[in-house]
């Protein structure tokens, strides 16, 4: 069974750096790219960032380019958010999502972990 | 960046009654590399369809996608309590992977 656990969200100043994890199991991590989706409270869905099996190639939305960076560990099973130069608009809801069949698409989610960007 | 546009935002409907959710594309998604999720008050969401017709593993055959370029639908036959939900669509053909703004279905 595919499970996703993320974590490291929290209360971040404007300007702050947070670094979210997202443990995965059940599955052969190395094999499957990632994603990264937010959810700003009672908003829609925004993709963020994926990143391919090997970690070589990454992608991002306009809207983090410059600022948030994708990463992963396929020797500890665990994907990785670091964001920096926080904003307001940043505050959401973070899931963590595997892309089995195509890059891109969410085939599983976590739970996802909140991030709050206020002073 | 493909931006997609959904319709209606809401749509109020009863169980029984059949559901028609519209995904617009500003260029053509090619391969059909749409899909579509469900998401429940409170809860993740989850992929229903994928390649605009395929549905993911364990989704009830009432749930169907259809299209291509950039009209895509997502039809519920016979919609049924659990039904109720926020729907987005999602191309996946060319970074950045955009979502739909969503609908709502709700219950009449």
């Known amino acids: 069974e595919v499970q996703l656990l993320e974590s490291g969200g929290g209360l971040v100043q404007p300007g702050g750096s947070l670094r979210l994890s997202c443990a995965a199991s059940g599955f052969t991590f190395s094999s499957y790219a990632m994603n990264w989706v937010r959810q700003a409270p009672g908003k829609g869905l925004e993709w963020v960032s994926a990143?391919?099996?090997?970690?070589?190639?990454?992608y991002y939305a306009d809207s983090v380019k410059g600022r948030f960076t994708i990463s992963r560990d396929n020797s500890k099973n665990t994907l990785y958010l670091q964001m920096n130069t926080l904003r307001a608009e940043d505050t959401a809801v973070y899931y963590c999502?595997?892309?089995?069949?195509?890059?891109?698409?969410?085939?599983?989610w976590g739970q996802g972990t909140l991030v709050t960007v206020s002073s | 960046e493909v931006v997609l546009t959904q319709s209606p935002g809401t749509l109020s409907l009863s169980p029984g009654e059949r559901a028609t959710l519209s995904c617009r594309a500003s260029?053509?998604?090619?391969?059909?590399?749409l899909g579509w999720y469900q998401q429940k008050p409170g809860q993740t969401p989850r992929l229903l369809i994928y390649?605009?017709?395929s549905r993911a593993t364990g989704i009830p055959d009432r749930f169907r996608g259809s299209g291509s370029g950039t009209d895509f639908t997502l039809t519920i036959s016979r919609l049924e309590p659990e039904d109720f939900a926020v729907y987005f669509c999602q191309q996946y053909v060319t970074s950045p992977y955009t979502f739909g703004q969503g609908t709502k279905l709700e219950i009449k």
């Open positions: 260029q053509s998604v090619s391969s059909s590399y």
């Open positions: 990143i391919i099996g090997s970690g070589r190639s990454t």
């Open positions: 999502a595997t892309s089995g069949r195509w890059l891109g698409l969410c085939d599983y």
């Open positions: 390649g605009a017709s």
